[in-house]
C-alpha cells in the first residue's frame, strides 16, 4: 500500500469512510452495548460495512476502533480486552478491503479529563493511548486517526504516543469545533489556529475536523484551518445536527446536499473529505462523485 | 471592593483558595451566610454561567470556578445548616444508559449546585430504575437525564414511561438534554421539560418545582 503522505504530495483528493454507529445498530449493536463489543462477538459485521465503504468508493476505511482506548473500556469492564478489541477491529477491516483501502486506525478520546480540570495525569493519558495504538499499529494500520478531540493536550498526546511507538506511521489528528459568537473554538476553548499549530507539533501529519456539525459549518472550519494549517487538511462532517422526525431520530443533510456543499471543500482545497455521523454508503458514493469530478476538473 | 464581589470576582478567576479565605473573612465579619452565598458565591457562579453560554469563557475555566464554589461552600455550608436555610430542592441527575459523556452532566450538576439546589448525581450509563428508584429513595422531585448519543436517548423515553407505569407522573418530574437532544424529542417521549444548556436546566428546574 502506497502511503497516503506520498499520495497527498502527488496532489488530489482523498475520500474517507462515513459513519459506523448506524450501520452497527442495524446490524444488532442494542441500546447501551459499546460498538467496540462487536468486534470481538460480531467481526463480519465488520467486514460488511467495510465492504459497504469500499464499494462506495471510500479510499480510508475507518476501525470501529474510537472507544477502544483502555480508560474508555474500562467503563464497560472491557479493559482487559483491549489487545484483541482492537487487533480485532483492524484484521476485520483489512479482511474486507486487503490493500485497495487505507485502514485508518481510530482513535477517539478517553473520555477523562486532564488535570487540573479533571482528574487525569499526563502519564496516564499517554499510557492510555499508548497501548491502544500499539495494538493497532502492531495488527497492521495504515494509518493513526485521533479524532472527536475537544482538548488539545489529550490530542496531542494520543499523537505523541503513536509517533513514539510508530515513526514512520501517518497520523491524522481532527478535532470537534463549535460555532461560537466569537468563532470556531471546541468546548475546551481550543481555536483553530492553535489546533493546527499544537497538531503539527505534536507529529501530525494531516490535521482537521470532525463531528459536532453539518457540512455548511464544516466550510466555515474548514476555511480556517487552510488559513492556519500548514499540513494536509481533513474534513469528516455529521449528516447534520439530528432531529426528530415521527418520533424517530434522523440526521437531516441528504448525499445530494452534501455532495453540492463538498464542492465548496475541495475549491478550499481540502484533501481529505468523508463523513461522520449520520453518514452512509450513500452519502460517500456521493461525495466519490464530487472527488472525482474535481479531480477532472484540475487535470483540464 | 466590598468582600461578597471580591468573593464572586475571585471565584470568576477560579482562585479557589483565595475564595475560601474571603469567605472565611465574611463569616468572621458577621456576614449572613446567606448573604454570602447569594450575593458571593452564586452571583459569580451565574456570571460563570452567562460567559460558558456565550462562550466567552470555555469548559476549563467553568471546572475551575466550580472548584472555588466548593471551596468557598466549605466553610459555609455548616452554617447554612445550622441556620436552617433550606436548599432550594432535590435533583436527580446523570447520563443515561450507555452513554459515558459526562461534560454535560457535570455542568448541570455544577450549576444547579451553584443555584441553591441539592444534586443527587448518579454518574454515567444509568439504567432507567436506577434513575426513578434514586428519585424515590432521596423525595427528588425532579431527574435531569443526558444523552450525548443518538443511540443512547431511548433509555430517556424508558424513565419516562416507568415513571408512568409505576404511578408516579407528576411527582417525579423529567428534565432532558444533550447534544442529540431537543425540544421536539422531550415532547415526543412525553419529558416534562427540556434545556439546551446548563444555564437553561437551572432555569427550567426552577420553573418546574419552585
Redesign the interface.
Known amino acids: 500500500m502506497e502511503d497516503i503522505r506520498e499520495r497527498l504530495r502527488s496532489g488530489g483528493v482523498i475520500l474517507g469512510d462515513g459513519a459506523w454507529?448506524t450501520l452497527l445498530?442495524q446490524r444488532g449493536?442494542k441500546?447501551?452495548?459499546?460498538p467496540e463489543a462487536l468486534n470481538l462477538s460480531r467481526p463480519e459485521i465488520l467486514e460488511e460495512i467495510a465492504t459497504l465503504y469500499l464499494e462506495a468508493g471510500a479510499e480510508l476505511i475507518t476501525t470501529n476502533t474510537f472507544?477502544g482506548s483502555p480508560l474508555?473500556l474500562r467503563?464497560h469492564a472491557l479493559e482487559g480486552r483491549t489487545e484483541e478489541i482492537n487487533r480485532r477491529a483492524v484484521e476485520a477491516v483489512r479482511r474486507a478491503i486487503g490493500d485497495r483501502a487505507w485502514v485508518s486506525a481510530s482513535v477517539g478520546p478517553s473520555?477523562r479529563?486532564l488535570k487540573?480540570?479533571?482528574d487525569c495525569t499526563p502519564e496516564e493519558l499517554y499510557a492510555n493511548f499508548e497501548r491502544q495504538i500499539g495494538v493497532l499499529v502492531a495488527a497492521g494500520a495504515d494509518l493513526i486517526c485521533v479524532e472527536t478531540m475537544?482538548d488539545l493536550s489529550e490530542a496531542a498526546l494520543a499523537v505523541r504516543a503513536a509517533r513514539a511507538i510508530a515513526p514512520a506511521i501517518p497520523v491524522m489528528a481532527t478535532m470537534t469545533f463549535?460555532d461560537?459568537?466569537?468563532g470556531y473554538?471546541?468546548?475546551?476553548?481550543v481555536s483553530v489556529a492553535k489546533a493546527a499549530a499544537g497538531l503539527e507539533e505534536a507529529g501530525a501529519d494531516i490535521v482537521g475536523s470532525n463531528c459536532g456539525n453539518g457540512i455548511e459549518t464544516m466550510i466555515g472550519i474548514a476555511r480556517e484551518f487552510r488559513k492556519h494549517a500548514r499540513l494536509p487538511v481533513a474534513i469528516q462532517a455529521n449528516a447534520g445536527l439530528?432531529?426528530?422526525r415521527d418520533?424517530a431520530?434522523v440526521y437531516p443533510e441528504s448525499p445530494e446536499f452534501v455532495a453540492a456543499k463538498a464542492v465548496e471543500l475541495l475549491d478550499l482545497g481540502v484533501r481529505i473529505v468523508g463523513g461522520c455521523?449520520g453518514t452512509t454508503p450513500d452519502h460517500i458514493r456521493a461525495l466519490r462523485a464530487v472527488v472525482d469530478k474535481h479531480r477532472e476538473s484540475a487535470r483540464a | 471592593m466590598d468582600i461578597l464581589k471580591l468573593i464572586s470576582t475571585s471565584l470568576e478567576q477560579g482562585e479557589d483558595e483565595r475564595v475560601r479565605d474571603l469567605v472565611l473573612e465574611a463569616i468572621a465579619q458577621e456576614i449572613a451566610p446567606a448573604e454570602i452565598l447569594n450575593a458571593g458565591l452564586i452571583a459569580g457562579m451565574n456570571v460563570v454561567g452567562e460567559k460558558f453560554r456565550?462562550?466567552?469563557?470555555?469548559?476549563?475555566?467553568v471546572?475551575?470556578a466550580a472548584?472555588a464554589m466548593y471551596a468557598g461552600m466549605e466553610p459555609l455550608k455548616p452554617l447554612l445548616v445550622q441556620e436552617g436555610i433550606p436548599v432550594l430542592g432535590k435533583v436527580v441527575i446523570g447520563s443515561v444508559?450507555?452513554d459515558?459523556?459526562?461534560?454535560g452532566k457535570n455542568l448541570v450538576g455544577i450549576m444547579l449546585r451553584g443555584a441553591g439546589f441539592e444534586v443527587v448525581d448518579l454518574g454515567?450509563?444509568v439504567h432507567p430504575e436506577r434513575f426513578v428508584d434514586a428519585a424515590l429513595a432521596e423525595q427528588a422531585p425532579v431527574i435531569g437525564m443526558s444523552a450525548l448519543?443518538?443511540?443512547?436517548?431511548?433509555?430517556m423515553k424508558e424513565v419516562v414511561e416507568l415513571i408512568r407505569a409505576r404511578g408516579l407522573q407528576g411527582r417525579i418530574k423529567t428534565i432532558i438534554g444533550g447534544a442529540?437532544v431537543?425540544a421536539?424529542?422531550a415532547g415526543?417521549i412525553g419529558a416534562d421539560a427540556y434545556a439546551f444548556d446548563a444555564a437553561k436546566a437551572v432555569q427550567r428546574v426552577k420553573e418546574m418545582i419552585l
Open positions: 454507529g445498530m449493536l441500546p447501551g452495548e459499546p472507544g474508555r467503563a473520555g479529563l487540573p480540570y479533571g475537544s463549535e461560537t459568537p466569537r473554538y471546541t468546548v475546551m476553548g439530528p432531529v426528530t418520533g431520530l455521523c | 456565550l462562550r466567552e469563557i470555555f469548559l476549563p475555566e471546572l475551575l472548584r444508559r450507555g459515558l459523556h459526562d461534560i454515567t450509563d448519543l443518538t443511540t443512547t436517548m431511548p433509555a442529540a431537543s421536539e424529542y415526543a
